[in-house]
């Protein structure tokens, strides 16, 4: 259980020592090295309602912090950046000592989490890293990288790449410019597909192929939006495959752009079957959840957002008693001013065959959810 909150002079007390006895913490942070406990006072900031993932999110952790006694504040910030900036501004001032952020763009709360550090708040990056601030404290995620990995291990592996099969053609896309975890997505994808794309095994008619990982923001969809990504497979089938050409396999670094991707398919006469191509995604949606049922969509590399839900409540929990925090990655997320101490879980593949023993006897979905 987490420590009853503390009121008052207890507060007072306590406050300055908050999280001070993490190992992985810089020493500047003052307080009781002995292992001082702080107020249960949590802000919540998710990026939108308008992913299934991020409602899951965030109700999830908010019920599981209240029921351990916590005052919680849940926000969502409709994708805007300054709504939410102001939201966490808000929870500053309603006093939250632990801020567990999924940024919509990791470069903006550099001046926001100053206002954090003076009040001594804890900040936790939530599934996307916050960038160009010393004042990120924790970072709790999947593994980034190897969510794209695993969808371009999938290609290569459906395709018999490996042995030298092609040319197939592919599309690729990538997530939003501004989240930190799409270059990590497209650089997993991106570091198996290429070298078949250099031997001329994966041919890419729109020509929209990255050089390399870092060029990966070229063919990024703002917002991660599946509007934005049907548009723009509207306009690589009607510009770059007249002539009976046919797309075998398109790289989707996740399921909103899949659904997108889809519905352009759709409309172009693609149908479910031998010749319907191969598409990826991640989260695990409903919608598409069902698309892989109905054989529209290839994969998706499944987050169970509950373990990563109660991994942020660990080190609330380890955090308020002035414990040290558990982290398993101290070198790979590099966030321009520190490597943030980061706690990375473990994403993995649901194909047709896996939704019923991965996703539904786990409880993450309801068979009803997917037409079962
Ligand atoms: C998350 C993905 C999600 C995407 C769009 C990423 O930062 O890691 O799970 O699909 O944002 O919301």
């Known amino acids: 259980m987490l420590k009853k909150i503390l009121t008052g002079a207890a507060i007072a007390a306590l406050a300055v020592g908050l999280g001070a006895c993490s190992s992985t913490r810089p020493a500047d942070g003052g307080?009781?090295?002995?292992?001082?406990?702080?107020?249960?006072?949590?802000?919540?900031?998710?990026?939108?309602?308008?992913?299934?993932?991020?409602?899951?999110?965030?109700?999830?952790?908010?019920?599981?912090?209240?029921?351990?006694?916590?005052?919680?504040?849940?926000?969502?910030?409709?994708?805007?950046?300054?709504?939410?900036?102001?939201?966490?501004?808000?929870?500053?001032?309603?006093?939250?000592?632990?801020?567990?952020?999924?940024?919509?763009?990791?470069?903006?709360?550099?001046?926001?989490?100053?206002?954090?550090?003076?009040?001594?708040?804890?900040?936790?990056?939530?599934?996307?890293?916050?960038n160009g601030s010393e004042n990120v404290d924790y970072y709790a995620t999947f593994d980034n990288y190897k969510v794209g990995t695993l969808q371009g291990q999938f290609i290569e592996e459906q395709l018999d790449l490996a042995s030298g099969a092609g040319p197939f053609n592919l599309e690729p896309f990538a997530g939003s410019p501004d989240d930190n975890n799409a270059k990590f997505f497209f650089a997993g994808a991106w570091d198996v597909l290429?070298?078949?794309?250099?031997?001329?095994?994966?041919?890419?008619?729109?020509?929209?192929?990255?050089?390399?990982?870092?060029?990966?923001?070229?063919?990024?969809?703002?917002?991660?939006?599946?509007?934005?990504?049907?548009?723009?497979?509207?306009?690589?089938?009607?510009s770059f495959y007249g002539d009976g050409k046919k797309v075998n396999v398109v790289l989707s670094p996740n399921d909103s752009l899949a659904i997108g991707i889809e519905a352009s398919l759709k409309s172009a006469g693609y149908t479910a079957g031998a010749d319907y191509p191969i598409i990826t995604g991640q989260d695990a949606d409903k919608a598409n959840v069902k698309a892989i049922l109905e054989g529209l969509q290839a994969m998706t590399v499944w987050k169970d957002t509950r373990a990563l839900g109660d991994r942020v409540f660990t080190m609330i929990e380890q955090i308020t008693a002035g414990e040290e925090v558990e982290v398993n990655d101290t070198e790979t997320y590099d966030n321009g001013k520190k490597v943030v101490p980061s706690y990375l879980l473990t994403p993995e593949v649901v194909v047709k065959d896996d939704v019923q023993t991965k996703l539904i006897d786990s409880g993450f979905l309801k068979a009803s959810d997917v037409g079962l």
């Open 31 to 130: 307080g009781d090295a002995a292992g001082g406990t702080s107020e249960c006072n949590v802000g919540i900031a998710m990026p939108t309602r308008s992913l299934e993932r991020w409602i899951n999110d965030g109700e999830q952790l908010q019920k599981k912090l209240q029921d351990a006694g916590c005052t919680v504040d849940l926000q969502y910030a409709d994708n805007k950046t300054d709504q939410q900036i102001s939201q966490i501004q808000n929870q500053i001032s309603g006093g939250a000592k632990i801020l567990v952020i999924a940024a919509i763009d990791g470069s903006t709360l550099g001046p926001v989490l100053e206002e954090a550090k003076s009040q001594n708040a804890t900040v936790i990056a939530y599934d996307r890293l916050i």
């Open 194 to 238: 290429q070298p078949y794309v250099e031997k001329g095994q994966l041919v890419v008619p729109s020509g929209k192929a990255p050089a390399n990982d870092d060029a990966w923001a070229s063919i990024g969809i703002q917002g991660w939006a599946s509007d934005k990504a049907q548009a723009e497979m509207d306009n690589r089938l009607s």
